[in-house]
């Protein structure tokens, strides 16, 4: 065959396989343009649909102002409980723990639950209202028993650097050492196990909640108290949530 014919065979095979390819991209673009607008359609039809619910209406708007007003509360708390004086219980199982940083580890295994419990929750609205009354509720009773046991910090504490969490403590840099009884790291895991629906989530958050106990047990942020008496207290804050929120 001539060189020429071979040379042409090649260019338009060349060209057929490119606007193949060119064809599967623009087709690949067009599905994940199709999938995001159902995703879309289907986000703004849930809510759409239990926003029309008064009931639902309701609980959710009082819910964000008490949430707020509990984000406000939370610097003034947390400044005037450091600046007293408490005890220091012995806890003989904290004291066979090393003192190790688990700071970035911790953050993102917290964040890491809060981005998939968020994503949940965003085509289901009654799940994030679960939750957001079952943070109010488990902020309250942290306030009433850190202010009804007033503890001094654990010694070998390691700062837990998290800022995210410190901006609600006032400021990024700002870290509270007496926020002891009970975990609020550990607890709100917990929560978010118990309110998370499908299997492989409440396993993830579960082993989330073990995970984050064990970390602030060995930076020695908490003491084992704190950390065991966070579940059974939170699964009481869960019931009171589901009442309150009528899930």
Not at 154 to 178: C, E, V, W
Request: net charge positive; aromatic share 16%.
């Amino acid at each position: 065959m001539p060189l020429w014919k071979h040379l042409c065979a090649g260019i338009i095979k060349h060209l057929t396989t490119t606007n193949q390819n060119r064809r599967q991209e623009l087709g690949a673009i067009f599905y994940f343009c199709q999938m995001h607008l159902e995703q879309e359609k289907k986000l703004q039809t849930v809510w759409s649909e239990n926003w029309q619910n008064l009931s639902f209406r309701k609980r959710f708007q009082w819910g964000l102002l008490v949430w707020i007003l509990v984000l406000i509360a939370f610097p003034f708390f947390f400044r005037y409980i450091e600046q007293r004086n408490g005890w220091t219980p012995h806890d003989w199982l904290l004291e066979q723990l090393p003192s190790m940083d688990t700071s970035i580890l911790c953050f993102l295994v917290i964040w890491g639950m809060f981005v998939l419990f968020f994503y949940r929750a965003l085509y289901q609205p009654k799940l994030l209202l679960l939750f957001l009354w079952g943070f109010i509720i488990l902020s309250l009773m942290r306030f009433c028993s850190i202010y009804l046991l007033p503890l001094e910090a654990p010694a070998n504490l390691i700062p837990l650097r998290d800022p995210i969490s410190n901006l609600f403590y006032g400021g990024k840099d700002a870290f509270i050492t007496k926020d002891l009884f009970f975990s609020g790291h550990t607890s709100t895991q917990f929560l978010i196990f118990l309110c998370l629906q499908k299997k492989l989530d409440k396993t993830m958050a579960f082993l989330a909640t073990i995970a984050v106990g064990t970390m602030v047990l060995i930076q020695h942020v908490h003491y084992s108290m704190d950390v065991l008496a966070a579940p059974p207290l939170t699964y009481l804050v869960y019931l009171i949530a589901k009442k309150i929120s009528n899930h």
